[in-house]
């Protein structure tokens, strides 16, 4: 088999995993709160990822790493899984999968924003057309689509909803610069995550052990959301010859995770987020064009 076509069955597994964790999530949360979703779900990606570096016979990288890097780790811990899982778990709990999932989306656009403010890049026209684009998908999802009556629709859980967005922008900006083997850091964060939230459980809630459902549905979350999937998608970007042939395709998994809400969860997909989303995604695409021709250009 050619690598391409091996780096598109990596990616489709990548984009069908990912599609599911939208109702795994609200399937958990039926059975315990949003604090022990996180803390199981997260304990579970550390044995995952523990399991592949010693599959992959990447263990020795563990114990060489510099003052530095650890800090980097405790930095991005808090960061993911701590803060940006705590305050979407919170908002999957608050609003309907529909809308929850396809809000979070926007970290794809807002990332573009701390580009410009971090890495200093320049901003464009066209930038500033696909913010406005995304965040009018935004509007319409969050007002259901009365628009022209607008009020939020749980207007706490939306708040959270798009804030998860900015910290995985932020983390997503500085995992950049972090050279280090993507499962080792990785590793590295879930672990200075998983203290964070332990401290978080021992100062603000408790230790509850969910029944056989609820542990089932965070041992779904910590494998597919977590874990083994990003292993997917990075041997799907390993075996493509470039990025952009296998990188448009992560984002048929919004659509599809509203086929699983719809089917599994039973919830009547609205009109407002099927456009909605549309809107963000084109946003997106809109941005990821604009670079392919920046790119281009300066060839």
Partial sequence: MKNQNKAYIFALLSVLCWSTVATAFK??????????LLLYSSLTSVLILFSILLIQGKLKLLTNQSKKQ???SLLLGLLNPFLYYLILFKAYSLLPAQMAQPL???WGIIVVLFSILILKQKIRLINIIALLVSFSGVIIISSRGEIFNFHIVEPYGVTLAVGSSLIWSYYWILNMKDERDEIVKLFFNF??????IISYILTFSKFELPNTEGILASVYVGLFEMGITFVFWLKALNYSETTSQVSNIIYLSPFISLVFI???LGEKILLSSFLGLAFIISGILIQQINYKIIQNNNK
């Fill in 191 to 196: 672990i200075f995550g998983l203290i964070f």
């Fill in 70 to 72: 650890v800090t980097t």
């Fill in 262 to 264: 719809y089917f599994i």
């Fill in 27 to 36: 399937i958990a949360l039926k059975y315990q709160d949003f604090v022990q």
């Fill in 104 to 106: 979070n989306y926007t």
